[in-house]
């Protein structure tokens, strides 16, 4: 097998229209930035799915880890965050 | 949690249609099956860009030669898409390009007919494409996020691959008693190489229960072989061509056509290395491999040398 370094691989975020986020599309090697934005390009838009292109190293990424289960548990007892928790009569209309 | 608990864990969130994402714990035999099953259809696409780029500078016209460019790059993307889907899990991009040129990793089979005639290109955008969709479709459904969403992206691009086959295939099939002629050989040698593409009958593979079991597949090989066929018989007679296969019949009863016996022998004969094209078609992969060694190389030097500039500066 080649010994030889891969090129790094980086995450690529696309803009699909004006007025959205950058979204996750995947992700390709490069072995610098201007080479994976032009990838990306290539790869990533050859229907017109961009207006806009971000790519970051994907060693660049920190993650949260799945394992630990109680990472997301405190938001998930807070019903009184959301709108509905609160009783409002009809006929004040909408709120 | 222990093996046991996780093991039931993970089987719970596949049985609740819930993705599998890279980072989620997952047994072995799960990530050890993916990585063969997304590497084998990375290969298959990159493959598969040399049956028709053959026929490129060929093309009959403009427009043709336009729309197989665009599929070949097609291909070409999705199997960087699907090599990134593979990464995810803990292979290199090297890795799998090694066993792909040491023969430790599949490809698709049909790749290694070869494409003889310029109606060849049709019946590869018809048929193998079609008989590829009818899997990918399903793919995009599979449990591991990453290679459905890939599958997503793939499924959209692949239409147009079929449409543009089948036109071609329009074209010839209501042209010259020749061009006709040409349509319907290449029929002949595509329509059962297409049938195997699906793989062993179900009680032959030995992959297909687990799969199942795992949602990477959601059916199995014979019902996507009977889906295929069924679709594709409407689509042969307006074309007024011959089906290669007497038996094949409508089966009021099954409300499905049934069709003749695969050569399974001639399926195993080519899986083996046994076909025309095997040794050309690994041949090409790494001459383009070890040709692309110094320019890969170089680009990696030539940024590193740029990002230590930059860092003293």
């Known amino acids: ?95 | 949690m222990d093996d046991v608990k996780k093991l039931e864990a993970f089987q719970a969130k596949i049985d609740a249609e819930i993705k599998i994402e890279p980072k989620d714990w997952m047994p072995d035999g799960y990530r050890k099956t993916l990585i063969r099953q997304i590497s084998q259809h990375a290969h298959s696409e990159i493959v598969g860009m040399l049956p028709e780029g053959n026929w490129i500078t060929r093309a009959p016209s403009l427009k043709r030669k336009m729309g197989l460019l665009a599929k070949v790059q097609d291909e070409a993307g999705h199997g960087l898409y699907l090599y990134s889907a593979a990464e995810t899990l803990g292979t290199s991009r090297d890795e799998m390009f090694d066993q792909l040129h040491t023969g430790k990793a599949k490809y698709s089979s049909i790749f290694n007919y070869p494409t003889v005639s310029w109606a060849d290109i049709g019946a590869i955008g018809w048929l193998v494409d079609g008989a590829a969709i009818m899997n990918q479709v399903m793919l995009t459904r599979a449990s591991y996020g990453p290679y459905a969403r890939a599958m997503v992206r793939i499924c959209k691009e692949e239409s147009f691959h079929q449409r543009q086959g089948y036109e071609i295939m329009m074209v010839l099939a209501k042209g010259t008693p020749e061009q006709k002629q040409m349509a319907q050989d290449s029929l002949n040698r595509f329509w059962w190489p297409s049938l195997m593409m699906f793989g062993p009958s179900d009680a032959e593979s030995k992959h297909s229960a687990q799969s199942m079991a795992w949602k990477i597949k959601r059916k199995s090989n014979d019902e996507l072989r009977q889906a295929f066929v069924d679709a594709s018989i409407a689509q042969i007679e307006y074309l007024g061509l011959e089906l290669p296969d007497p038996e094949l019949k409508w089966n009021e009863e099954r409300g499905h056509y049934d069709f003749g016996a695969i050569d399974w022998n001639e399926f195993w004969k080519v899986v083996k290395g046994g076909g025309v094209c095997n040794k050309s078609r690994i041949k090409a992969r790494k001459k383009a491999w070890a040709e692309g060694e110094w320019v890969r190389e170089a680009a990696m030097a030539h940024a590193e040398k740029r990002a230590e500039r930059a860092a003293k500066n």
């Open chain 1, 1 to 95: 097998m080649s010994t030889k370094k891969e090129w790094p691989l980086w995450e690529v975020f696309i803009r699909s229209k004006a007025g959205l986020y950058h979204k996750h599309a995947g992700s390709l090697h490069a072995a610098d930035a201007e080479m994976a934005i032009e990838n990306a390009r290539d790869v990533y838009t050859r229907r017109n799915e961009g207006l806009s292109i971000w790519v970051v190293p994907s060693a660049q990424v920190t993650a949260s880890d799945p394992a630990e289960g109680d990472m997301f548990e405190s938001a998930k007892s807070k019903v009184y965050r959301h709108p509905t928790f609160y009783d409002i009569p009809d006929e004040i209309g909408h709120m």
